[in-house]
């Protein structure tokens, strides 16, 4: 069951969420409410990774840089080469 919550936002805002509400068939409050789970869902996963990545330099698991490196720009090449 959901609760209800106050929202405050910019006139303009207002305006634009009111045009998607139309636009879409669903209600101001209903896309509200979708934007703000997905915006706790996306800090939560962030903040997790974070802390994973912090316990795991506190344990002294890192990858070397040149690795990291190299990684990275085998998968750039592979995505130009893609876009080609």
């Known amino acids: ?3 209800p919550v ?5 006139p ?5 969420l ?3 509400a139309k636009a879409t ?8 409410a979708e934007a703000v789970r997905q915006f706790v869902e996306l800090n939560e996963w962030q903040i ?3 802390e994973e990545g912090v316990r795991e330099a506190d344990e ?3 990858i070397d ?6 990684k990275w720009e085998k998968k750039l090449a592979a995505a130009l080469d893609q876009a080609r």
């Open 1 to 3: 069951m959901s609760e």
């Open 6 to 10: 106050t929202l405050r936002l910019e």
């Open 12 to 16: 303009d805002i207002r305006k634009r």
């Open 18 to 20: 009111d045009k998607l």
């Open 25 to 32: 068939e669903r209600s101001r409050a209903a896309l509200a």
């Open 48 to 50: 997790a990774a974070i």
């Open 60 to 62: 002294g698991r890192f």
């Open 65 to 70: 840089h040149s690795q990291l490196k190299s």
